[in-house]
């Protein structure tokens, strides 16, 4: 009988009532019943811990070794605006002030981040973290998004207007413009750097990437940050257009204090992962199903 009530109270949800009626005894026996299935082991009830934001933030810190990082529960809509509160954040913690140089990546998650706003912190300086892009698609957008930061910060925009890929001959011509030479200088200074994280080329199509043939060729690569691609592995892989680029250069990168990978999708979990072995970012804002993913890729097989 210890079973049979147990199975009808847990399994069939059957109230001890309904269970005393239907086997003709007292509610107090079932009662008793119940108890003793739980003492002898026949009935075990377990409360499992729930990973929470903070928790999984915890966890990815320590298993990347990145300086900093923010996660958000995954919302059922929004996911890339709800990620601006978590980065806005981590703005406020870098003790940026009037002068400090904030670099601004492309990129859909950049967009939406930027457009849901920034805190404000006047007299910043905003630049963007590479040349522009003949492309019509909003997430291109590089100097717009570093007026518009600039706008929210309270701060002065410092925008390139060159392109990111020009020929080698037309690159020191650009580079030869004092409006832009002035703002690559600020590459070198720069205190935060905001950057989105590109899928592969398997997985993003070229009309969504604006890739090049020469890149749409790098298929082992895990990922890229401004056109700089990696594998898995976090190691550089060359293309032929690296050396023509206007963009931040990976040793620049590296040498920022905080460079903010910002990112939502859990397809996107090994391109963060080769994004921080190749120290090209040291911190992630994104959600927690994205999160859960990088941990368990992470898990040995």
Do not use: C
């Not at 406020?92 to 601004?104: D, E, N, P």
């Not at 992962?273 to 911190?283: F, K, Q, T």
């Amino acid at each position: 009988m210890l079973h049979t009530v147990a199975k009808l109270h847990y399994e069939a949800d059957m109230s001890q009532v309904d269970i005393a009626r239907r086997l003709g005894v007292s509610t107090a026996t079932i009662s008793r019943l119940l108890q003793r299935a739980r003492a002898e082991g026949i009935v075990r009830i377990e409360v499992l811990d729930l990973a929470t934001p903070e928790g999984i933030t915890t966890q990815l810190v320590e298993a990347l070794g990145l300086r900093d990082a923010a996660v958000i529960e995954t919302p059922a809509a929004g996911a890339l605006t709800a990620l601006a509160a978590p980065l806005g954040a981590l703005l406020k913690q870098a003790g940026l002030t009037a002068g400090s140089v904030v670099a601004i990546g492309w990129g859909r998650a950049i967009r939406e981040v930027i457009q849901a706003g920034l805190p404000r912190i006047p007299g910043a300086l905003t630049v963007a973290a590479t040349g522009g892009m003949q492309q019509q698609a909003a997430h291109f957008q590089i100097n717009e998004f570093v007026r518009l930061a600039a706008e929210e910060l309270g701060g002065t925009p410092h925008f390139i207007h060159a392109p990111y890929l020009p020929s080698s001959e037309l690159r020191d011509v650009f580079l030869g413009d004092a409006a832009i030479r002035d703002s690559v200088a600020l590459w070198d200074r720069t205190d935060v750097a905001i950057v989105g994280i590109g899928l592969p080329h398997a997985i993003n199509p070229p009309e969504a990437s604006a890739a090049t043939l020469s890149e749409q060729a790098l298929f082992h690569a895990a990922g890229d940050v401004i056109r700089h691609y990696f594998d898995a592995e976090g190691t550089l892989i060359p293309w032929e257009g690296e050396g023509r680029m206007i963009a931040m250069s990976p040793a620049q990168l590296r040498a920022v204090p905080l460079v903010i990978g910002v990112a939502a999708s859990p397809e996107k979990a090994m391109a963060i992962i080769g994004a921080v072995r190749a120290r090209l970012i040291n911190a992630v804002v994104t959600d927690s199903k994205t999160a859960q993913a990088i941990i368990e890729a992470l898990l040995p097989r």
